[in-house]
């Protein structure tokens, strides 16, 4: 058997060959018929997934000439895991530095994952490049202070300076991207609804922690401490958001409400009005990126008799906490995420709560999730291998989505038979279990959807021993003064109505703020795109539309989950950077390709 270090060498050549002569049928006959590219930014100026030897040909021939790539060098020896090679790799292009991820079977890629790293020449200022801090000599040549120039920046933003780049929300996914742009020497400025950073957390019910593990979760450059709690409390969550703005010096505007947007194509810019704190603004940013979460409006089922009930009816967005529900009845129409910790919340408090749910979902015990899943790249134990959050990070992103989907189904099967009585439990209480479409359980329910799912921390077993009540199965017919009625004909009493029914697609947001044509334009946002002729763009085995150029020039769509919004807003930030400093950076189109 060829050693693994004699496999990528040999592989690598001729690659490295092929790609120097220009030669990219050749290129891509080094992958297997079914091998997949993902790039991320450094051949295709934004996020692509090439499944196949023609669909990889064609990209190529259309970038090789701008990107000229070569210097590959390994990164670390190689290793084998069954028939299955891996290395990780370093190259260069005409305009960056890159990393790269490849797994060969039988000497052809199964799998590469390429993506650029830094930009020639506008590398960040950190180690050898950090800043001195301090001119000495300078006293009395009316010098500023670190505070004074930082107050007249502040001052003079939004009045006599314009950020180049606005950000709508100040969450993980706003800060994380300023951040970025921040050490890239980008201009640019948060705007949020919310008075402080963290509020949007602070401000959620009180029983809230992160369902994701804390390896899962740290934000770019400053990791949390390692005696952070596994799972963060949502108000710690938001204090961490709130020091986080402030060490990294971010420029937000909180009490600030995005009124509307429209573009200038002619002049390259935006024209967007602000109100703060009961003033208006208008700022003119080149680029646009919409940072406030991957849902939009929240979505209240028009249920006949609304009207007259009674009691409390409340989004789960609106929900604070079960303190004034004690000994009183309560419905939590869903069984998602939130429904679950808002019926464990109100069952904490001493009320009499049902949950009703109208369809299947995928359950997964968070302690399972993180042995057989986060785990290997998420863990102490992964950071005693010496498996980093940058490394777990591109490991993560070198498996293209159909590939991670199978991947997937084999963790989540191992899941099923591992929690086979909890399962057992909940059928026998008439929970309504799934796995996912073909399997693949919650992470492709969440890359798909966004939701159809819940990380156990605790609210299944109230629902197994009936301490949670459960309908299954129904649906509302009509709500009465102090009542729910089903569709089967029976009745709940009701002092509270939850409804968990989740949010609006993003696109939403957009035709509110910018208009319905570019939304329509745009199109859907987040899901696994096909790329087929019932689902259109460039987005085939990606994200539609995150993290990369949309069909409205200068708008951008940044989201995800913590992990997502640490290692995408890096990619984001480098497409700006290049759009700032006037580097060229094509935008590979499948759709024109030949």
């Known amino acids: 058997m060829t050693p693994p270090a004699d496999s990528v060498a040999l592989w690598l050549a001729a690659f490295g060959t092929a790609l120097a002569r220009g030669d990219a049928d050749a290129a891509a006959a080094l992958f297997h018929d079914d091998g997949c590219w993902r790039d991320l930014t450094s051949f295709t100026g934004s996020i692509r997934t090439l499944d196949g030897r023609p669909a990889i040909a064609r990209m190529l021939r259309a970038t090789l000439a701008h990107v000229r790539p070569g210097a590959w060098t390994l990164d670390g020896a190689p290793s084998a895991s069954g028939d299955t090679v891996e290395a990780w790799l370093r190259f260069e292009t005409a305009v960056g530095r890159g990393r790269a991820v490849l797994r060969l079977k039988g000497g052809r890629a199964w799998t590469l994952m390429t993506m650029l790293a830094e930009l020639i020449g506008h590398e960040e200022p950190a180690g050898d490049r950090r800043p001195l801090g301090v001119a000495h000599g300078a006293y009395g040549t009316g010098q500023r202070s670190w505070l004074e120039a930082r107050e007249a920046r502040r001052a003079a933003l939004g009045r006599t300076e314009q950020p180049w780049c606005l950000i709508v929300?100040?969450?993980?996914?706003?800060?994380?991207?300023?951040?970025?742009?921040?050490?890239?020497?980008?201009?640019?400025?948060?705007?949020?609804?919310?008075?402080?950073?963290?509020?949007a957390w602070r401000s959620r019910y009180r029983s809230l922690v992160l369902h994701d593990p804390v390896w899962y979760d740290h934000m770019p450059y400053l990791p949390f401490p390692d005696h952070w709690p596994v799972f963060t409390p949502k108000d710690k969550m938001g204090d961490w958001l709130e020091a986080y703005a402030s060490i990294m010096e971010l420029d937000v505007w909180g009490s600030t409400t995005c009124l509307g947007a429209t573009r200038d194509e002619a002049a390259g810019?935006?024209?967007?009005?602000?109100?703060?704190?009961?003033?208006?603004?208008?700022?003119?940013?080149?680029?646009?990126?919409?940072?406030?979460?991957?849902?939009?409006?929240?979505?209240?089922?028009?249920?006949?008799?609304?009207?007259?009930?009674?009691?409390?009816?409340?989004?789960?967005?609106?929900?604070?906490?079960?303190?004034?529900?004690?000994?009183?009845?309560?419905?939590?129409?869903?069984?998602?995420?939130?429904?679950?910790?808002?019926?464990?919340?109100?069952?904490?408090?001493?009320?009499?709560?049902?949950?009703?749910?109208?369809?299947?979902?995928m359950v997964a015990r968070s302690e399972s999730l993180q042995a057989l899943g986060w785990g290997r790249l998420f863990s102490e134990d992964a950071l005693r291998?010496?498996?980093?959050?940058?490394?777990?990070?591109?490991?993560?992103?070198?498996?293209?989505?159909?590939?991670?989907?199978?991947?997937?189904?084999?963790?989540?099967?191992?899941?099923?038979?591992?929690?086979?009585?909890?399962?057992?439990?909940?059928?026998?209480?008439?929970?309504?279990?799934?796995?996912?479409?073909?399997?693949?359980?919650l992470s492709m329910k969440y890359l798909r959807r966004g939701s159809g799912y819940y990380i156990d921390v605790g609210a299944s077993e109230l629902i197994?021993?009936?301490?949670?009540?459960?309908?299954?199965?129904?649906?509302?017919?009509?709500?009465?003064?102090?009542?729910?009625?089903?569709?089967?004909?029976?009745?709940?009493?009701?002092?509270?109505?939850?409804?968990?029914?989740?949010?609006?697609?993003?696109?939403?947001?957009?035709?509110r703020l910018v208009s319905p044509e570019v939304a329509e334009r745009i199109g859907p946002i987040w899901g696994l795109g096909s790329g087929t002729a019932r689902d259109p763009g460039p987005w085939a085995g990606e994200l539609r539309n995150m993290w990369t150029p949309t069909a409205q020039p200068g708008l951008w769509i940044h989201g995800g989950n913590l992990q997502q919004a640490r290692f995408y807003s890096l990619q984001l930030a480098l497409q700006l950077k290049a759009r700032f400093a006037g580097i060229p950076m094509p935008v590979y189109d499948p759709a024109h390709a030949t």
Request: net charge neutral.
């Open 385 to 441: 291998r010496g498996v980093t959050t940058e490394r777990a990070d591109m490991t993560l992103a070198s498996m293209p989505y159909r590939v991670l989907a199978q991947a997937q189904t084999a963790v989540t099967a191992e899941i099923a038979r591992r929690d086979a009585g909890f399962y057992d439990r909940l059928r026998a209480a008439g929970f309504l279990l799934d796995f996912g479409e073909d399997g693949s359980g």
């Open 464 to 511: 197994a021993d009936g301490r949670i009540g459960l309908r299954s199965g129904v649906t509302v017919r009509e709500l009465r003064a102090r009542s729910v009625v089903l569709d089967d004909g029976s009745e709940l009493p009701a002092d509270l109505v939850v409804y968990a029914t989740g949010f609006g697609p993003l696109s939403d947001v957009v035709a």
């Open 269 to 361: 810019t935006w024209s967007v009005t602000v109100e703060r704190d009961g003033e208006r603004h208008l700022l003119r940013p080149a680029h646009l990126v919409l940072a406030t979460g991957l849902s939009g409006l929240p979505q209240v089922p028009a249920f006949p008799g609304a009207d007259r009930f009674e009691g409390t009816q409340l989004h789960s967005g609106a929900y604070a906490g079960g303190a004034p529900w004690k000994d009183r009845q309560c419905v939590v129409v869903g069984s998602n995420n939130s429904a679950h910790d808002i019926c464990a919340d109100l069952w904490e408090h001493g009320a009499r709560v049902t949950m009703l749910q109208r369809s299947s979902t």
């Open 169 to 199: 929300g100040g969450g993980q996914g706003g800060l994380a991207l300023a951040a970025r742009l921040k050490r890239l020497g980008v201009p640019a400025l948060i705007v949020d609804r919310h008075a402080r950073s963290g509020d």
